[in-house]
């Protein structure tokens, strides 16, 4: 203990109150007196008069019995913004941001409370003259209310010094400030009137301090650094080590990731809740914890979900008999996904919930959360928390499963923290409906601050000025770059420049600014013996400098640091020799054989680690929704109602006699039956997109049939949407040809609608095959071969047929053999020939595949694996790396 805090700890023993600038000080010098009293050899002593200043102004409040009349920050806020809101309404003004506006008038009403001044006299912009007139307003709502603001404490606390409602400390010291709050020198000079001592308490700095500066390549590699600066001296025993972030707040969970891989590796894979060996001292927002997220979330739930709130409410644990449910919840997750549909109402949820006999609890849990969405009365913020804390106890909150320390105090700060936050408000609240009330509750989740309560470690990772008054062994002061120290002024504004300047606001001016870092820097030169300051070099392509107020005698200078200890240096370090396992081979196939559809096929050509997992494994990824109808959605009612209408007309004969209007007519017909059908026991879209649709696909097949069908040959359609099973090697397939036509000299054309644009009939012709589905329908038995295949394109404005017939001419402008360089090359130049090479490529993926061959060998990289859905799975992304040597 350095010969200041013995001091300090001297006075406090003598009966002197203590005030510190923050809890973290009041928390330290609490510490040191138990010590000091503990080392004194005594065993029972009396509570010391140590508390923060903004603990001792509530603390004498409430002496005085006006605990009552605190406005507290939410019910401010909330009161600023409803008075913005009522004046704004209908005016230009009503556009802006209601809740930035609201905080930057309380801070303005604050300092000009604490400096004991007016507007008055001074020129007011347009801005300045709006907001003199809400601080009347809200001024003469807290006088008619009877409410102080914590700015007014000060004033009230010395009003009754003067008059003896509240005891006069003899002595008074403050610690830890940077520079005095306006009520604290209002404090000292009260006291100094009424025969008191108020005293500002100022640590003298070490005479033999070293002081050192490091140069950082970037911002990230700082906090490395710094961290393994922390390590190498926890090794050697230190017991009080302090890293001081100016940004704290900002570089929060970057610090935190990169302390706990260095400084406690063994936390990160075990989630463990507390840290034995470092203290971060800022907490993330409640909302970030898992429990309270959910929490949220559940009370969120509406009449319309979208599929992303479906899918947590199914997975989260944190819902009655989740752990019993789990499985059936999964299975119904992925079924609502297979629906590629953006939104399901929760009526039509909780229908498809019930017909699960495996999930009666969620069943319940639904019908509660329907019950709860009928909610339409109106109450205040505090009736309000009463009620979501009913609906989450219905649904099961916080889940059946055991809770670890962290859930445990996540719930104590949802009780204790936001639940009375929001009823804090009634104070200024009118009742107000549920929405609004969601509202209120999810910004008081991201406002209040949440920190893992665990013994204090010998290191504390603190921000700038949460370190006034503490003391290290050792100390590391990062990003101290010429844009960090001084701060650039940010004057409010809402106060005239001229006024904030005279009074030295904070953040009014630069030379305020210049003025408070040069005493910030003058603090922490008294913080420890031991000092390193630290800078970027860069960030981003920009180049920084050290601040420049930094100590001149400050030098550059090595430092000592622990090896890396996060997971992948110390790999890295620490690499294994090896074994080289050749696996591209699967088991074959019982028996030899398999059957299946033609994508097994397509798979295998394009990768056969890709066929693999889909067809062996039957290993997917989850079907995603899109917005609207995906292309799968809108390609099956395409070809719903093409089958539908070739049902109907049977030959092109029968589509000549149709004038434009009767085709029109048709069509539109058939298209609504089709999707009236399609979505008869699916999820069905929105009305409104569903007619959409319907013209969509309506004007589709108008154009195809106008500009393709119509233009043909005379054709009669033989064969619709029939399935079939081809035995291909090892493997029977099982097809569904889109149509056969026959044409007037009895040649057979196998055709396959496509709404794509991505079609190549050149593949048609590569080894190996990319398009198998055609020439399996091609190479049918001896006798039944087709004479021509080709894609039917239906797309607006370009549609076609892409392919390759016997003949020249069969089909329009379809190309024989002889039109395609690939068929060429590869001489095939003859029908026969080109079935055999299909049958023989069909043959051989057929056999590839039974045979378990599973090789990560996509054809294209770019073709095969764009849109694969196992590119994780396989590490081809890695793989191209490795071999092109990055």
């Known amino acids: 203990m350095t010969a200041d805090l013995s001091t300090l700890i001297a006075a406090a023993e003598t009966g002197a109150l203590i005030l510190t600038a923050n809890e973290r000080l009041f928390r330290y010098l609490r510490g040191l007196y138990d010590q000091t009293m503990q080392a004194a050899g005594k065993k029972v002593w009396d509570t010391p008069q140590i508390i923060s200043y903004q603990g001792w102004q509530s603390r004498s409040l409430s002496e005085l019995g006006e605990s009552w009349r605190l406005l507290g920050k939410n ?124 005293d500002e308490f100022q640590f003298q700095p070490d005479v033999a301090s070293r002081q050192r500066l490091v140069a950082a390549p970037d911002a990230d590699q700082e906090i490395e650094l710094a961290a393994r600066w922390a390590r190498q001296l926890l090794d050697q025993g230190v017991e009080s080590i302090g890293v001081v972030v100016p940004d704290l707040k900002v570089r929060r969970k970057k610090i935190e990731r990169v302390f706990r891989a260095q400084i406690d590796p063994g936390a990160a894979p075990g989630l463990q809740d507390e840290e034995a060996n470092f203290t971060l001292s800022l907490g993330g927002p409640l909302i970030e914890q898992g429990v309270i997220h959910a929490a949220c979330e559940i009370l969120a739930v509406a009449q319309q979900l979208t599929l992303e709130q479906v899918s947590f409410l199914l997975r989260t644990p944190y819902l009655g008999a989740s752990q019993l449910e789990a499985d059936s919840r999964a299975r119904l997750d992925r079924r609502l996904r297979s629906f590629r549909q953006q939104q399901i109402s929760l009526s039509r949820f909780t229908n498809l919930v019930a017909e699960d006999d495996q999930q009666k609890n969620l069943t319940t849990i639904c019908n509660q959360l329907k019950e709860a969405n009928s909610e339409k009365s109106t109450r205040l913020p505090g009736g309000w928390a009463e009620r979501f804390t009913a609906e989450l106890q219905k649904v099961g909150w916080p889940g059946d499963r055991p809770r670890s320390s962290r859930e445990f105090q996540a719930l104590k700060a949802w009780r204790e923290k936001l639940l009375p936050s929001l009823a804090a408000l009634d104070q200024v609240s009118q009742p107000i409906g549920r929405r609004q009330a969601l509202a209120l509750l999810r910004r008081l989740v991201k406002e209040i601050d949440f920190q893992l309560e665990s013994p204090t470690g010998p290191l504390q990772v603190i921000g700038l000025l949460e370190s006034g008054g503490l003391h290290f062994e050792h100390l590391w002061v990062m990003g101290l770059s010429e844009t960090t120290l001084p701060a650039a002024a940010r004057p409010n504004p809402f106060i005239p420049y001229e006024l904030q300047e005279n009074y030295g606001m904070p953040h009014a001016s630069a030379a305020r600014e210049l003025a408070f870092a040069e005493r910030v820097i003058e603090r922490l030169k008294t913080a420890s013996p031991d000092i390193i300051f630290s800078y970027p070099l860069w960030e981003g392509d920009c180049e920084l400098r050290p601040s420049p107020l930094l100590p001149e005698e400050t030098g550059k200078s090595d430092i000592t640091l622990a090896d890396a200890q996060d997971f992948l240096s110390l790999i890295r370090q620490n690499l294994p020799v090896l074994q080289q396992l050749k696996d591209d081979q699967g088991p074959e196939l019982e028996d030899g054989k398999g059957s299946g559809g033609t994508g097994i096929l397509k798979d295998q050509a394009h990768c056969p680690f890709r066929a693999f997992v889909h067809y062996r494994l039957a290993g997917r990824e989850l079907d995603k929704a899109s917005p609207g109808l995906d292309a799968l959605t809108r390609g099956d009612l395409v070809h719903l109602a093409l089958e539908r209408l070739w049902t109907r007309l049977q030959d092109q004969q029968a589509l000549l006699q149709l004038s434009e209007d009767e085709q029109r007519s048709m069509l539109s017909e058939l298209v609504e039956r089709s999707v009236e059908d399609y979505f008869a026991k699916g999820n069905r879209p929105s009305e409104q997109l569903l007619q959409l649709e319907k013209e969509r696909i309506a004007t589709l097949i108008d154009d195809w049939l106008t500009t393709v069908e119509r233009q043909r040959d005379p054709f009669r359609v033989a064969e619709l949407e029939q399935e079939h099973v081809e035995q291909i090697g090892p493997l029977q397939i099982k097809t569904k040809v889109d149509r056969i036509d026959e044409l007037a000299a009895g040649h057979r054309v196998i055709l396959d609608y496509k709404t794509g644009s991505s079609l190549k009939p050149e593949d048609l012709f590569r080894e190996p095959l990319l398009e198998p589905q055609l020439p399996i329908y091609a190479v049918a038995e001896k006798g039944t071969e087709a004479d021509a295949v080709a894609f039917a394109q239906v797309r607006r404005g370009d549609c076609k047929l892409l392919g390759v017939v016997r003949e020249q001419g069969m089909l329009g402008k379809v190309k024989d053999l002889s039109g395609y360089a690939q068929a060429v090359e590869r001489g095939i130049t003859a029908w026969p020939q080109l079935l055999d090479d299909w049958r023989g490529q069909l043959e051989q993926l057929a056999e590839d595949f039974v045979a378990g061959q599973a090789r990560v060998r996509p054809f294209d990289l770019q073709r095969s694996c764009q849109y694969c859905d196992l590119r994780g799975l396989c590490r081809i992304d890695e793989a191209a790396v490795v071999e092109g040597g990055e």
């Open 75 to 198: 019910p401010a806020l909330r009161l600023w913004e409803q008075l913005i809101e009522d004046s704004c309404r209908g005016s230009d003004l009503e556009l802006l941001q209601v809740g930035k506006t609201a905080e930057k008038a309380h801070e303005a009403y604050q300092a000009l409370m604490e400096h004991g001044v007016s507007l008055d006299g001074y020129f007011l912009t347009d801005d300045q003259r709006i907001f003199k007139t809400w601080l009347k307003w809200f001024s003469a709502e807290c006088q008619r209310q009877q409410w102080l603001d914590r700015s007014q404490l000060p004033a009230r606390i010395c009003r009754a010094l003067e008059v003896g409602d509240l005891p006069l400390p003899q002595q008074m010291f403050l610690v830890g400030f940077d520079q005095l709050p306006p009520g604290a020198e209002l404090l000292q000079r009260t006291c100094h009137s009424l025969g008191g001592r108020c």
